[in-house]
């Protein structure tokens, strides 16, 4: 089934190329899972991708943010190994790094590599789920253990930047 579906995919692909003169199946992000991108771009020429993180970081003033803040505060469901393969984590990740900010993370659960996510400028990573709370007791009461954790993460921010001026923090949403 699958190689069917797929030579059925590339004669469309043709077949757009050869109706519109682009080559769409080699525009990022209109490839293999862009069905939706693909279609756009066949339909409307004017039409462009453009990054979803990158657009919503540019509307919120997310970089502007950056250039005063001392602390990047974010949250993820679940950081895991697909989280540093274009979730909105990583972009936030890779701007706080552009401006040398640290960044802190409240997460559902943790289930990367803490030093792997150190390496690209997290500070700290509380997690909801734990020693005190079960999946389902995180999700069920998540805005008061978000609160509780929240403020641990702070706390060990405080104790790791003893001495250091303070401005601001960003909050990406």
Do not use: Y
């Not at 007791?137 to 641990?152: C, I, R």
């Amino acid at each position: 089934m699958l190689p069917e579906m797929e030579r059925a995919l590339r004669r469309w692909a043709v077949a757009v190329h050869r109706a519109t003169g682009r080559r769409l199946s080699r525009v990022p992000g209109a490839g293999a899972a862009g069905g939706l991108a693909f279609g756009l771009l066949a339909h409307f020429p004017q039409a462009r991708l453009v990054s979803g993180a990158e657009f919503v970081m540019q509307a919120v003033g997310f970089h502007d943010a950056l250039r005063d803040a001392d602390l990047v505060l974010t949250g993820e469901g679940q950081v895991d190994a697909t989280t540093l393969h274009g979730k909105l984590l990583m972009r936030v990740l890779q701007a706080a790094r552009r401006h040398r900010v640290p960044v802190a993370i409240v997460c559902g659960d943790l289930q990367a590599d803490l030093p792997l996510l150190q390496a690209r400028g997290v500070v700290a990573c509380q997690t909801l789920v734990g020693s005190e709370t079960s999946r389902e007791e995180a999700m069920h009461s998540a805005a008061f253990w978000l609160e509780v954790n929240t403020a641990k993460l702070f706390s060990k921010w405080e104790s790791l930047s003893s001495g250091q001026s303070r401005r601001k923090v960003a909050l990406p949403t």
